[in-house]
T-cell receptor, first 112, second 116 residues
Framework: AQSVTQLGSHVSVSEGALVLLRCNYS??????LFWYVQYPNQGLQLLLK??????LVKGINGFEAEFKKSETSFHLTKPSAHMSDAAEYFC??????????FGKGTRLHILP | DTGVSQNPRHKITKRGQNVTFRCDPI?????LYWYRQTLGQGPEFLTY????????KSRLLSDRFSAERPKGSFSTLEIQRTEQGDSAMYLC??????????????FGPGTRLTVT
């Protein structure tokens, strides 16, 4: 069975500091991996995805993630946090490009 | 491309009543998904369609839940005899054919259901 574990339900970083949101997955087949962001009272927006090929994936709003098969991880980073990055972030895995299995989410707080 | 739309955005109903939600996917997307999200949790898969065919249903989808996509365009999700435990955000997503590569799913704003 596939599953996703996000470490830390809440993460606080100062504006301008590095953002690091951790995600580990389990999958019996080579997975497709995603990060989604959810702003209050809005649907989920796709930040980036890994399917095949290059393991460092760049997404929107300056975010990127690196697929590390040996560590079964797909951590999300951004070099410099902005106040507008405050939101809930979901890591997700899809074993066959049909249903997506989401983690429980990490709420990112940006401190001024 | 106007994105995925869902109606209504909010629904308050009394326990035991039936409710129906509608989802209009992005027009060229042939796959449509329903998820449920409760407070503090990530979305949980309910069911998905490829064109008109319902290809998978989660065990979360009890007999009180039914979803349709009659013409391969919009979809409806009906909950019969609602219970307080059905209170959640119901999310719809769509994606194009995989012939175009793995694009990920595009989500609508959701329908928030409150059962009193």
């Amino acid at each position: 069975a596939q599953s996703v574990t996000q470490l830390g339900s809440h993460v606080s970083v100062s504006e301008g500091a590095l953002v690091l949101l951790r995600c580990n997955y389990s999958s019996s087949v080579p997975p497709y991996l995603f990060w989604y962001v959810q702003y209050p009272n809005q649907g989920l927006q796709l930040l980036l995805k890994y399917t095949t090929g290059a393991t460092l994936v760049k997404g929107i709003n300056g975010f990127e993630a690196e697929f590390k098969k040996s560590e079964t991880s797909f951590h999300l980073t951004k070099p410099s946090a902005h106040m507008s990055d405050a939101a809930e972030y979901f890591c997700a895995v899809s074993p066959r490009d049909d249903k997506i299995i989401f983690g429980k989410g990490t709420r990112l707080h940006i401190l001024p | 491309d106007t994105g995925v739309s869902q109606n209504p955005r909010h629904k308050i109903t009394k326990r035991g009543q039936n409710v129906t939600f509608r989802c209009d996917p992005i027009s060229e997307h042939n796959r449509l998904y329903w998820y449920r999200q409760t407070l503090g949790q990530g979305p949980e898969f309910l069911t998905y369609f490829q064109n008109e065919a319902q290809l998978e249903k989660s065990r979360l989808l009890s007999d009180r839940f039914s979803a349709e996509r009659p013409k391969g365009s919009f979809s409806t999700l009906e909950i019969q005899r609602t219970e307080q435990g059905d209170s959640a955000m119901y999310l719809c997503a769509s994606s194009p054919s995989t012939a175009q590569g793995i694009m990920g799913q595009y989500f609508g704003p959701g329908t928030r259901l409150t059962v009193t």
